[in-house]
């Protein structure tokens, strides 16, 4: 909504000229430039620390920035800006979830989940904060970023598995599965990264095979999907391999009846 | 802390006499049972909407009470009253975690899980909201007692499966069965309970063995725990009938190297 030829000491109206120097000695933005740098900085200290532990003097210092110059854009102060903050984050999320072109199911899954860990290793604190809810900052505006992106992450799923229109059944599996990659990511940053993320990448991929291969022995919708996921597999892909270990795990168990 | 013969108007001063008429028709109660009162009618309020449509002035009409002696009991408002009340549900939930010694493994996470969904079932948005968080009542203490029946989930599985120490293969795949059990739940009332509970119940218990078995063919203590599990049930119970249509499942797959 900013004009973005205005400068920042009265946004939208034109800026006084360049390189003069400024009070406090403050390096002087564009307008949209420093509502970006001040969302970048705001999101690098939120991953730092959780929300309630930043403050707005934090920001603007961190920003080589005033105070009341925060507050010219972000009225609505930390609450907004955290706000803002969460959007910004999210929307690059979100983006992380488009499935690449190559490779089998499984592979473009793993392609996605390197990308989400990535995304979990940088915002490390503010991740945590965001899923785990209960930052002071958190209200039922930022929970409903919290909700789009989780759809985002459902309704991407589903297409990748090709499916239009899911059963409720197959609809709870991949929600399950997306609450096991929160709840795995969760407890990676907790038990301080022990496992490789590669490794829990795999461990995902596993899951998200397993999961579905138990909704599929009552589940005829979802059972379609997986056969035709594992049609699609490489013959020395995870999916094949993990079935593979399976039956011979399940082979070592006692057979009944 | 408050003495339980005390009167309610004024908590911690001998009652006045019983019986006789009050201002506003008010029913007089003893100070435990009245803090009691507030609190489960507090529940069901936040139970059948968000925290946040909930004012004080509801739970003092609900309880037959004035908003100041609402204010008497919950000096901190409904911040206070809000904390009361996920405290006292927290308590209720966990305590439905003990596992009752007869039958199989299976067998007793599938109990559990009934008291789990009965809890789910009455506790409706209030349940969602909780977990979601997001609600303008959710705090740093709000979300400590959710990590807190979180973590006491995790100990009760891991003792249920008899593991003294797990190590972080086996602690992420409970931690992320138990996102499982949460994610279901909040899908389940999201889609407006298509699925009957006991479905969503074995379906949940499916799932700890499919997790399970994927996690055992690369980690020795869950394949360890998952041997130790399976030799305890009843050949007709559910884990061996899932390893069998497991088997039966990955047996159609096409058959790799």
Redo the contacts between chains.
């Keep these: 909504m900013e004009a973005r030829s205005a400068s920042e000491n009265s946004p939208g109206v034109p800026s006084a000229p360049q390189g003069r120097p400024r009070r406090g000695g403050y390096r002087r933005l564009p307008v949209q430039q420093r509502r970006e740098q001040l969302i970048e900085v705001a999101l690098e200290l939120f991953a730092a620390r959780?929300p309630?532990e930043v403050s707005l003097d934090d920001v603007a210092e961190a920003a080589g920035a005033s105070r009341p110059l925060v507050y010219r854009y972000f009225a609505g102060g930390k609450q907004q800006l955290y706000e803002a903050a969460l959007r910004s984050a999210a929307d690059e999320l979100t983006s992380r979830f488009s499935v690449p072109r190559k490779g089998s199911p499984t592979e473009q899954l793993a392609a996605v989940l390197d990308r989400y860990f990535d995304f979990v290793a940088e915002h490390d604190a503010g991740y945590g904060a965001l899923l785990?809810?209960?930052?002071?900052v958190?209200?039922?505006?930022?929970?409903?970023i919290?909700?789009e992106v989780r759809r985002a992450a459902l309704r991407r799923t589903l297409r990748h598995l090709g499916v239009r229109q899911a059963g409720?059944?197959l609809?709870?599996l991949v929600?399950?599965w997306?609450?096991?990659v929160?709840?795995?990511s969760?407890?990676?940053l907790d038990?301080g990264r022990?496992?490789p993320p590669a490794?829990?990448r795999d461990?995902l991929v596993?899951?998200f095979?397993?999961?579905s291969?138990?909704?599929?022995?009552?589940d005829p919708q979802t059972?379609q999907v997986l056969?035709g996921l594992?049609?699609l597999e490489e013959?020395?892909g995870p999916a094949?391999?993990?079935?593979?270990?399976?039956?011979a795990?399940?082979?070592a168990?006692?057979v009944?009846?």
């Design positions: 959780p309630e785990r809810g209960g930052s002071v958190e209200t039922a505006r930022t929970s409903a919290v909700d409720p059944r609809t709870m929600r399950s997306i609450s096991v929160e709840g795995a969760l407890s990676w038990e022990q496992i490794e829990l461990w596993d899951q095979v397993a999961m291969a138990a909704t599929a022995v009552h059972a056969a594992l049609a013959p020395d094949p391999a993990l079935v593979e270990r399976l039956r795990l399940l082979a168990q006692p009944v009846r």
